[in-house]
């Protein structure tokens, strides 16, 4: 019952923010440019800091050496869950210009916003060390094949190849630079001076709310005749649900992990859809309202799903 209750509270304190940003945006304090806001200061400011932030506080160069064997699985798993995604895209015939937010919805959680406070809430604050390590392969390849697949759903040269100067200029955009200015610090074992800290902190922190700002926003500017539960909002809730933990529970078999760092992995890969998509979907101008959708979709499943996936974690 308690696994049930953190779980529940977890998922209802998103959907809060989300609820908030969406009377606000039916009261006319938020429209499209206060969400077009959101998206410049999340991208460019607040995200990146956050994630220095999180990698200079939670990871020591020690933890980073040791743990090096259990990236193997979450960077192994959301490679093959993206492979997975474009191959179930060409099967049930998703449209190209949607087929990069597709299999970044379909592979990557939102591991960050939701699944780190959702792990420390199930499993203590030894968790957090392990939900770093989920996050570092997890942010690097969003930031790589999913940025480039969203890019390349409204890109013109329908044959860019991915290892090109256009693909290298999308991958270093501020929140992998953060991503690397953060494991750089960790790695030379450099602190930065106590102001500085605090300032990225209280800006980092921005990050969550306006990001479920964003979407509770953009909820209400779509319209309900918008969000259609179709076979591909289906296909998403089969990767975000099923075959990310069962590939974090098939790769654990083969690379021995302490069960501690399996249950967070899989807790963190049956996350909700990252929110991130629908703002990098809107920048680049792809399908922004089927992510917003699929969002909010598994955002809703995941209050069933959770204490679900936390009764199986248990008895595996």
């Not at 076979?231 to 790769?251: H, K, M, N």
């Amino acid at each position: 019952m308690q696994t049930f209750f953190s779980s529940l509270q977890g998922v209802l304190v998103v959907f809060l923010i989300i609820a908030v940003g969406y009377y606000l945006a039916k009261i006319r304090w938020f429209d499209e440019r206060a969400a077009d806001l959101f998206v410049k200061i999340v991208l460019y400011v607040s995200f990146p800091l956050n994630l220095v932030v999180n990698i200079i506080s939670t990871l020591t160069k020690e933890e980073l050496l040791n743990y090096a064997r259990g990236l193997m699985i979450p960077f192994f798993s959301i490679l093959l869950l993206y492979f997975i995604a474009y191959i179930l895209a060409v099967l049930f015939k998703v449209e190209r210009s949607k087929r990069g937010v597709f299999a970044a919805t379909f592979t990557f959680s939102n591991s960050i916003f939701v699944g780190l406070p959702l792990s420390q809430a199930l499993f203590g604050e030894e968790a957090i060390p392990y939900s770093l390590i989920y996050y570092i392969p997890s942010t690097f390849l969003w930031w790589t094949l999913g940025a480039y697949g969203i890019a390349k759903d409204v890109s013109k040269e329908g044959g860019e190849s991915f290892f090109s100067l256009t693909t290298l200029k999308r991958i270093l955009n501020p929140p992998i630079l953060g991503f690397i200015f953060g494991l750089i610090l960790v790695i030379f074992e450099v602190s930065p001076p106590n102001f500085v800290f605090k300032s990225f902190k209280m800006i980092g922190d921005l990050t969550t709310p306006l990001s479920l700002f964003y979407v509770g926003t953009v909820m209400h500017l779509m319209g309900r005749e918008k969000f259609e539960f179709n076979s591909e909002a289906l296909l998403v809730f089969l990767g975000r649900f099923f075959f990310a933990p069962f590939l974090v529970v098939l790769l654990s078999i083969l690379i021995k992990i302490p069960k501690l760092m399996r249950n967070v992995f899989i807790i963190m890969s049956a996350m909700p859809v990252m929110v991130n998509t629908s703002i990098l979907a809107r920048v680049y101008g792809a399908d922004y309202e089927f992510a917003v959708s699929v969002i909010s979709y598994t955002t809703l499943f995941s209050i069933v799903m959770m204490p679900i996936l936390m009764i199986l974690v248990e008895k595996i």
